[in-house]
């Protein structure tokens, strides 16, 4: 895949070839079509676009990419007539869709004379074209044509050439100042940010009377009495006093800044001819300025290399690649469901608390970019329920909240990195407000102090909602030199994974801190999806409830190296297992951790559709609802209310592993999901909620666990749904030298420590038990110290179950599960033991009557499957079969529905129906 660097380039060299073009539109339109998809690294086949489309009914369309864009090309000639075409162009797009065949019409038009460009999304803006632009524009205007990578496209005007020709001017001042000594280094980084700062300040106008202006011109003209450490120095040390109110002369006006930017007013002494050179450098038009480039390639001069002019920047549109998977897309999806404005408000002040970590945020375009997304996210919230309030009658909410620049938080290990995306982020802060309206008051400048200076993998990070980065690139063979021998002993003990790639660490501790629910997007070298580096990066990230859900395989990232970097975009244990997967900008089934499609992979499975709503984690209490001992029973003795509906029995995986009858061994109060009205019918039992419970909760940061103190943290509504109509159900703990697993009767609680198979029928049971089924988690799964930890996101969801089975296959399954279960239970009963001592004799050589079962019922589950008895307890080989199984099930190339039969029989018996 290409980076935004490549397609650019390709472009200069495609514009090269076109800009004298004056032939004809039909003599050539094909091939500079062809050509323009192929500066954006698709074959035009391939990505699915056609030549001389006449689906639309009115003409035949140059070229269509159904349900993304139309081209209509016109003769150089026509250039400075192309707007006369525009009606032809957009009849094509009106009369494209086919409600009969269910075809939309494309998102995009574009109208194009060789020379000359126009962009169309006639659907929300009929009336003016997005963009025009000639050829010679096409490379800075690359963004806008993303679609032609299978990307979404930028309108927003980026001036690169400006923006780094200010970052050049700014180098070179900077190099001479350090080469003739005219202050410590750290003097001169700190004077060029405050510098850099108040050239964009004054151009939006937040400095009143253009001081710094003022006095460098002031400085060029004066002879040498005037000096700039003490004129520029005492501007600097003004805006850092909020108490000073006898500012006069140039200073007069100006306001209190803060004690963050100018806390160490610099005082350089400026030549004469630095003065010049910062004067020219003011007069550029800051407002113009990308702070994502000017970012990067600031840090690049201002870092540890000195020489560098910062020739290199990171292009927004792969630093979307990031931000877009695990950021934009899920709040628009959130955004576009909401139905009623009480439902935006809410929404818009869920996204107002929501926080972004970058734990290598370098110079901060991540997060500026992040920052910008989230601000234009509020506005279109706002807009939503503006529009839902005006159409419903409704009162437009008014007092709205905005979105926080504190919100985002970054670590890096050097400060001037850090002192860099600071000024990024207020110059982010600035255009925003005048792009989507007010935020926090531009000054004083918002405290950063969420942008700390550490080494991120040996400091807490804070509590976060998101992680996007992108760590640093440093090859294995590399880190003795850089980081010497204690510090690869630190990263040796602190992560038990020997010395790697820099990056993964990364990787490994950004899934450690998500949540549940919560995503992250980083980039790193492509070692994540090889070997021996994978396993310690991705492989933990999916071996631990991750599941990747956007991806690039390899593409260039900037840089002198050039490095072939990976990016992985993932979701840490989902609550609902994602549906929609992009590979290198294709739809795909799934992404594995080599970052390919399941039927490409050879080694990992991916989520089978059958399997989705059989599997739960137990609900998350979030609060002190376990009753002491005796509680039950005087809450069950009340007569006020049948107590037994919200009291019930809880059970832990280790009453599933110690108990000799694997029952729970405590109590839970449990309003599931009753309103308050309802949970007040239980006075008893709501009083001791709201003693132990209310308090803690209010502080919660979570808008529903606030509010809803009563009810447990995450009520597992799926779950609940899921066992409505069993008789019992099967349960296991999350982490054990085994996968144990019991029979709970539907009065009993899982814990969040427990998962949940929302089955009541032996054969399950059985096929759950097998040694195939416990193999399979085990490949997939990750282990803690020697333990599996069973994650249904790996383990469950992609288990291919036998399918199809005959009815006496599956009685054999199901009498061999029962008389396993029977032997067991026996055995404890009269031992009075658990099952983890049970079977750890087992394993010593006791109760081979218990082993012959089990092997029992695994050839019988073999058989299902159609396998010889021989392999039923074969590791690698029911491994192999399993994955190839699950490959073939996600390909398409054998039908699966395990659960039919099942399923058919329970309809049955609720309709009373004769069940054979």
């Known amino acids: 895949m290409r980076s935004g660097e490549q397609i650019r380039t390709a472009l200069v060299t495609f514009v090269g070839r076109w800009q004298t073009y004056a032939g004809t539109e039909r003599s050539e339109a094909q091939t500079f079509l062809n050509e323009l998809f192929e500066c954006y690294g698709r074959n035009r086949k391939d990505a699915g676009a056609v030549f001389e489309d006449a689906h639309a009914s009115t003409g035949i369309m140059d070229l269509h990419l159904p349900g993304l864009l139309i081209v209509e090309m016109k003769a150089p000639k026509e250039t400075t007539r192309l707007a006369q075409h525009r009606t032809q162009a957009l009849d094509y797009w009106h009369n494209s869709a086919d409600v009969a065949t269910e075809r939309p019409a494309p998102q995009f038009v574009v109208l194009c004379s060789f020379q000359r460009f126009e962009i169309w999304e006639p659907g929300r803006y009929p009336n003016a074209p997005l963009l025009e632009f000639d050829l010679g524009e096409l490379p800075d205007r690359y963004e806008s044509l993303m679609v032609l990578a299978g990307d979404e496209p930028l309108f927003h005007r980026s001036n690169r050439e400006l923006t780094k020709a200010a970052a050049i001017a700014v180098a070179n001042v900077y190099r001479g100042m350090l080469t003739r000594q005219a202050a410590p280094p750290e003097s001169i980084q700190r004077f060029i940010l405050q510098m850099v700062w108040l050239f964009f300040a004054e151009d939006y106008d937040m400095i009143e009377g253009r001081p710094t202006e003022r006095t460098l011109r002031f400085l060029t003209d004066a002879g040498d009495y005037w000096s700039s450490y003490l004129m520029l120095g005492g501007l600097f040390t003004s805006l850092n006093d909020p108490d000073d109110h006898g500012r006069h002369g140039v200073l007069k006006g100006t306001q209190y800044v803060n004690g963050d930017l100018f806390e160490q007013p610099a005082r350089v002494h400026l030549t004469k001819d630095e003065a010049t050179a910062l004067l020219r450098i003011a007069e550029y038009n800051w407002r113009q300025v990308d702070p994502t480039i000017f970012g990067s390639l600031i840090e690049g001069f201002l870092g ?8 290199h920047y990171t292009h927004e549109i792969d630093i979307l690649k990031i931000v877009r998977p695990t950021i934009v897309k899920p709040w628009r999806a959130r955004i ?18 929501f926080r972004v970590l970058d734990p290598a945020c370098g110079c901060g375009n991540f997060l500026y970019v992040a920052y910008r997304e989230l601000r234009h996210l509020e506005h279109t919230l706002k807009e939503r329920i503006r529009e839902l309030a005006r159409s419903s009658g409704l009162p437009v909410p008014t007092g709205l909240p905005y979105f926080p620049l504190r919100n985002m938080q970054g670590i890096d290990v050097v400060p001037m990195a850090t002192a860099v995306a600071r000024v990024t982020l207020w110059m982010g802060h600035r255009q925003m407000i005048e792009q989507y309206g007010a935020a926090e008051p531009p000054l004083p400048l918002v405290s950063l102090g969420s942008i700390q200076t550490a080494d991120a993998l040996r400091v807490p990070w804070p509590e976060t909602d998101c992680i996007v980065g992108n760590p640093p690139f440093l090859g294995s063979q590399y880190m003795r030199e850089a980081h010497g021998d204690d510090y690869l002993r630190w990263l040796s003990t602190t992560f038990q994974v020997g010395i790697k790639d820099f990056c993964v660490y990364w990787f ?3 899934h450690q801190h998500l949540r549940p629910g919560q995503r992250a997007g980083l980039v790193g070298t492509n070692s994540i999806a090889q070997n021996r580096a994978r396993s310690a990066s991705l492989e933990y990230v999916t071996g631990n409830g991750g599941v990747i859900t956007d991806a690039v395989s390899s593409q260039v990232w900037p840089g002198e190296a050039r490095v072939h970097v990976s990016l992985a975009n993932w979701i840490k244990s989902p609550s609902e297992p994602p549906t929609e997967f992009v590979l290198d900008n294709e739809p795909v089934t799934g992404i594995t951790a080599e970052l390919k499609a399941p039927e490409s992979s050879t080694w990992e499975a991916v989520p089978l559709t059958p399997n989705r709503g059989r599997c739960f984690q137990g609900p998350i209490p979030v609060g002190d609802f376990i009753l002491r001992d005796g509680e039950e029973r005087a809450l069950l003795r009340r007569k006020e209310a049948e107590y037994r509906e919200v009291v019930r029995p809880y059970i832990v995986s280790e009453d599933i592993a110690d ?18 009205e309802a949970a007040m019918k239980y006075p008893a039992a709501l009083d001791l909620v709201r003693e132990r419970v209310k308090s803690v909760r209010e502080t919660n940061s979570r808008k529903t666990r606030r509010e809803k103190w009563w009810l447990f943290g995450e009520v597992a509504v799926g779950m609940r749904a899921a066992l409505t109509d069993l008789s019992r ?18 009065w009993t609680c899982p814990s969040d420590l427990v998962y949940v198979f929302a089955f009541d029928d032996d054969y399950s049971m059985g096929v759950l038990s097998s040694f195939t089924h416990s193999t399979f988690a085990r490949s997939q799964s990750s282990t803690l110290e020697d333990r599996l930890r069973y994650t249904p996101t790996s383990a469950f969801l992609p288990f291919p179950w036998p399918c199809p089975v005959t009815g006496e296959q599956r009685e054999r399954v199901a009498e061999a599960s029962r008389r396993v279960i029977t032997r067991r239970q026996e055995i404890c009963a009269a031992e009075e033991f658990g099952l983890t001592r049970l079977y750890n004799l087992v394993d010593e050589g006791a109760y081979t009557e218990v082993k012959t079962l089990h092997r029992e019922l ?18 690698d080989e029911i491994t192999r079969r399993l994955l190839t199984l699950n490959a073939e099930i996600a390909a398409g190339r054998l039908p699966y529905d395990p659960f039919a039969e099942r399923d058919g029989r329970a309809v049955a018996q609720q309709l009373g129906l004769p069940v054979a």
């Open 858 to 875: 695994d050839e019988a589950v073999a058989a299902c499957y159609g396998w010889p008895a021989s392999i039923a307890q074969d590791r």
């Open 336 to 353: 576009d469901a909401v139905r009623t404005p009480d439902e935006g408000v809410a929404l818009l002040e869920e996204l107002c608390r």
């Open 659 to 676: 108990d000799p009858a694997q029952r729970p061994r405590r109590w839970v109060i449990d309003f599931a999901q009753r309103p308050l």
């Open 729 to 746: 159900y099967i349960a296991a703990g999350r982490v054990g030298k085994r996968l144990l697993l019991a029979w709970c009767e539907p």
């Open 304 to 311: 540890t290399d000195q020489s560098a002019l910062g020739a």
């Open 508 to 510: 490994r501790r950004a």
